[in-house]
């Protein structure tokens, strides 16, 4: 099973560019987790609403519109599927879908961003709390538990390009890193760095405005994470860094079911 994670930075402009569907055709994707969709579903056409061969799901910001927002489509019917996590300041952003299958629990997240003011750093470190709470209880009530996304943070220096120019901007102030700490610490595991512990240079993210992504100077923010007894089921990760239509480049793992 194949799953792809994706920050689209608005499904509308990739679909019209037509950067949508060869996603889902040259990696033949079981399911396609995507965020920063910045719509509600009545604001895309049908081709891209049903996409032929999936079933479809989409959260969205109930509180202004073009912003926030996530969607899963999947070729298989989950058993069940939550948009959110039940805390309503968090849910009304349209961060997050839980996705229940019949061998793990999906949860595909956009995680805030912190770099428009003081107030939504402590609003991001609130949700990151609640977040880590919300996959401890689903794994401890014996799910097992794969969350992706944009956690809009990158953990460590081998993470980014620039580590020392960043210390103290958000996306690597240590507080945000801390919050991953944690998540290593409650037993998940950062999917790609299992795989490639020493690997540098590799980036999801890019700042359009300063060509970043010509010269690779970039940041690794966009994450797999699954509790480390499920690892042995990941077969393996790629980065689709080559993938046009975003300001993030694709990610993916295979699952052996």
Same mark, same amino acid.
């Given at each position: 099973?194949?799953?792809?994670?994706? %920050? =689209?930075?608005?499904?509308?402009?990739?679909?019209?560019?037509?950067?949508?569907? *060869? #996603?889902?055709?040259?990696?033949?994707?079981?399911?396609?987790?995507?965020? /920063?969709?910045?719509?509600?579903?009545?604001?895309?056409?049908?081709? =891209?609403?049903?996409?032929?061969?999936?079933?479809?799901? $989409?959260?969205?910001?109930?509180?202004?519109?073009?912003? !926030?927002?996530?969607?899963?489509?999947?070729?298989?019917?989950?058993?069940?599927? /939550?948009?959110? &996590?039940?805390?309503?300041?968090?849910?009304?952003?349209?961060?997050?879908?839980?996705?229940?299958?019949?061998?793990?629990? #999906?949860?595909?997240?956009? $995680?805030? %961003?912190?770099?428009? !003011? *003081?107030?939504?750093?402590?609003?991001?470190?609130?949700?990151? +709390?609640?977040? #880590?709470?919300?996959?401890?209880? #689903?794994?401890?009530?014996?799910?097992?538990?794969?969350?992706?996304?944009?956690?809009? =943070?990158?953990?460590?220096?081998?993470?980014?390009?620039?580590?020392?120019?960043? /210390?103290? %901007?958000?996306?690597?102030?240590?507080v945000e890193r801390d919050w991953l700490d944690?998540?290593?610490?409650?037993?998940?595991? +950062?999917? $790609?760095?299992?795989?490639? *512990?020493?690997?540098?240079?590799?980036?999801?993210?890019?700042?359009?405005?300063?060509?970043?992504?010509?010269? %690779?100077?970039?940041?690794?923010?966009?994450?797999?994470?699954?509790?480390?007894?499920? &690892?042995?089921?990941?077969? !393996?990760?790629? =980065?689709?860094?080559?993938? *046009?239509?975003? +300001?993030?480049?694709?990610? &993916?793992?295979?699952? !052996?079911?």
């Amino acid at each position: 099973m194949k799953i792809i994670s994706w %920050n =689209t930075n608005g499904l509308r402009a990739t679909a019209k560019q037509g950067h949508l569907v *060869p #996603l889902f055709a040259y990696n033949n994707a079981d399911i396609v987790c995507l965020q /920063e969709t910045k719509c509600e579903p009545d604001q895309l056409d049908d081709a =891209t609403r049903n996409l032929k061969g999936y079933h479809s799901y $989409f959260s969205y910001s109930k509180l202004r519109k073009g912003y !926030s927002g996530v969607a899963i489509y999947s070729k298989v019917e989950p058993l069940k599927v /939550e948009y959110g &996590m039940g805390i309503k300041k968090f849910d009304d952003e349209g961060r997050t879908i839980v996705a229940y299958y019949k061998d793990f629990v #999906l949860i595909n997240c956009y $995680f805030p %961003n912190a770099g428009v !003011s *003081p107030e939504r750093l402590v609003y991001k470190l609130e949700f990151y +709390d609640a977040f #880590l709470k919300f996959i401890n209880k #689903l794994k401890k009530s014996g799910n097992n538990v794969i969350f992706t996304g944009d956690v809009n =943070t990158a953990h460590n220096a081998i993470d980014l390009a620039r580590p020392k120019a960043n /210390e103290n %901007n958000t996306g690597f102030l240590r507080v945000e890193r801390d919050w991953l700490d944690k998540v290593v610490e409650n037993d998940f595991v +950062d999917i $790609f760095r299992t795989f490639y *512990p020493g690997m540098k240079d590799i980036y999801t993210y890019w700042d359009m405005k300063t060509g970043a992504r010509a010269r %690779n100077v970039g940041w690794r923010i966009d994450y797999f994470f699954t509790n480390k007894s499920f &690892m042995k089921k990941i077969k !393996s990760f790629k =980065t689709l860094t080559d993938y *046009p239509g975003s +300001d993030h480049c694709p990610i &993916m793992i295979d699952i !052996s079911i």
